[in-house]
């Protein structure tokens, strides 16, 4: 009802939603690559959205083509009528993803393996904020139907030019860290098996 009333008389809407997508097996370590790369652009372009978006394409076409990794995944979000409240929401959000982001890495361990371990689990946090409505976001999206809709809406937005904001965050950050079972059930307990 509030929002047909919020429409009829001209409000914006603004839609801020985070997507969680763990990825396991023996092949996933590459994704780091491209988590990274992205990660690097959206840094040397201090933040520019067009930069930004393209990230975000090409981190969702990768998960496209590898959906056979998909292990669970979850997603939360909440409607606004005032940028302020959206913003404020959007700010909550990166805080808990960069809290979950190193909290299990321990990169000053004097027991450093002489080789490199490999990656079997990554769990990536992506939030974006946009103006309008996409039903593909704005859905439960425990079911790899529903995930693949939701990554074709995310990059049908930045070709839109519809995403206010974008963030990635994902754990590990780096090839050779590893995230357990354990620990993924310990910062990650919203997640749904796919």
């Known amino acids: ?71 669970a995944s979850a997603n939360e979000g909440d409607v606004f009528w005032d940028e302020g409240e959206a913003g404020d929401y959007i700010n909550e959000l990166f805080t808990d993803s960069a809290e979950r982001y190193g909290a299990n890495l321990d990169l000053n361990s004097s027991n450093q393996p002489l080789s490199i371990p490999v990656t079997r689990n990554i769990v990536v946090m992506i939030t974006v904020a946009y103006r309008g409505e996409v039903p593909e976001l704005e859905t439960d999206l425990s079911n790899i139907q529903a995930l693949k809709d939701a990554f ?26 590893e995230l357990s079972s354990d620990q993924l059930l310990q910062y990650y307990p919203e997640l749904i098996p796919l």
């Open 152 to 177: 074709k809406a995310l990059i049908n937005l930045h070709y839109k030019h519809k995403l206010d904001a974008i963030q990635v965050h994902f754990s590990p950050a780096q090839l050779g860290d």
């Open 1 to 71: 009802m509030r929002d047909t009333f919020n429409r009829m008389i001209g409000r914006t809407r603004y839609v801020v939603c985070r997507l969680f997508l763990h990825l396991a097996g023996g092949d996933v370590a590459p994704i780091l690559g491209t988590l990274n790369r992205a990660a690097r652009a959206a840094i040397d372009s201090e933040g520019e959205m067009e930069i930004l978006g393209e990230g975000l394409v090409e981190i969702c076409e990768t998960f496209l083509r590898l959906d056979e990794y998909w292990l």
